[in-house]
């Protein structure tokens, strides 16, 4: 019952910045697009240079700077909805949390400092707004990169694409073994 009270917690104090949450999952998610998009005209554009189609070599140039320069865009528009919104909430987060100690009573048997308090909500507050701005967005656009990847493999070589969903889970392991 107490981590549904701690997910309720964190869901209104997110009321402010959901929608900046999501905007910056979804540009998450467009950059994840754009590299996949970017892997498949590099395929298509060493495919006609060693086919010996050069007339499709101008046209898959043109389509690689054009992911080049949407990835620079995606890139600093995603760091700056990312800053933006992560200093929004830690500011409105922890200006919440100090006035609600500084209401508070403190009386002599509690176990906890005020410094004790402050210097706690100093370390926890950056922690949650990670968490919830950084985080979250890095997992919806890493799961969309994962399948568009598995996808992209599977268009190309489905056998390869299984042994790589197989073999990843066993990569991981080991790698945590040494």
């Not at 467009?30 to 010996?52: I, Y």
């Not at 995606?74 to 800053?83: D, F, H, I, K, T």
Request: charged content about 20%.
């Amino acid at each position: 019952m107490k981590q549904m009270s701690s997910l309720r917690w964190l869901w209104n104090q997110t009321r402010c910045h959901r929608l900046d949450i999501v905007a910056n999952s979804v540009v998450g998610i467009v950059r994840a697009s754009v590299s996949l998009s970017m892997v498949w005209v590099c395929k298509q554009l060493v495919d006609a240079a060693t086919h010996g189609k050069e007339e499709l070599l101008g046209e898959y140039l043109v389509a690689l700077v054009i992911c080049l320069v949407a990835q620079l865009v995606l890139a600093v528009a995603y760091g700056r909805l990312e800053s933006r919104m992560e200093i929004g909430m830690r500011n409105r987060l922890e200006s919440n949390l100090f006035g609600k100690l500084m209401r508070s009573k403190l009386d002599e048997r509690n176990s906890m400092h005020s410094a004790d308090l402050i210097n706690r909500l100093e370390q926890d507050v950056p922690v949650v707004t990670g968490m919830l701005c950084r985080e979250m967005p890095y997992v919806a656009s890493g799961i969309c990169q994962l399948l568009g990847a598995f996808f992209f493999l599977y268009s190309m070589e489905p056998y390869l694409a299984f042994i790589m969903v197989g073999l990843t889970p066993v990569a991981m392991v080991v790698s945590r073994i040494f």
